[in-house]
Nanobody
Framework: DVQLVESGGGSVQAGGSLRLSCVVS????????MAWFRQAPGKERERVAS????????TYADSVKGRFTISKDSAKNTLYLQMNSLKPEDTAMYYC???????????????????WGQGTQVTVS
């Protein structure tokens, strides 16, 4: 079974930084696509960033471009989200997602991904 385990959330002041991690295990996708989503109370879950595990292509939501960076360490089977210049509107539960997708960067909807982590809370004040 595919397992995704996030860590790294917390509470920070506006302008601060956090790095989220997601350890992935058990997958056998031929074209693994990884993504970070977030969901604030009362709002839809939205994609923050995606990364094609094999090709390394990335894409970002407009709201985080220039502030967040998605990356991976293949040797550790770990996905990261470096978040800088955090704003109060970044406050949300952040989820790691995985799926085998041939067109990773265009897969922006929750329904595109079948595997999810438990989430990690990020609070910016």
């Amino acid at each position: 079974d595919v397992q995704l385990v996030e860590s790294g959330g917390g509470s920070v002041q506006a302008g601060g930084s956090l790095r989220l991690s997601c350890v992935v295990s058990g997958y056998s996708f031929t074209r693994p696509c990884m993504a970070w989503f977030r969901q604030a109370p009362g709002k839809e879950r939205e994609r923050v960033a995606s990364l094609s595990w094999i090709g390394g292509d990335t894409t970002y939501a407009d709201s985080v471009k220039g502030r967040f960076t998605i990356s991976k360490d293949s040797a550790k089977n770990t996905l990261y989200l470096q978040m800088n210049s955090l704003k109060p509107e970044d406050t949300a539960m952040y989820y790691c997602a995985a799926e085998g997708l041939p067109r990773c960067i265009v897969a922006k909807w929750r329904r595109n991904f079948g595997y999810w982590g438990q989430g990690t809370q990020v609070t910016v004040s």
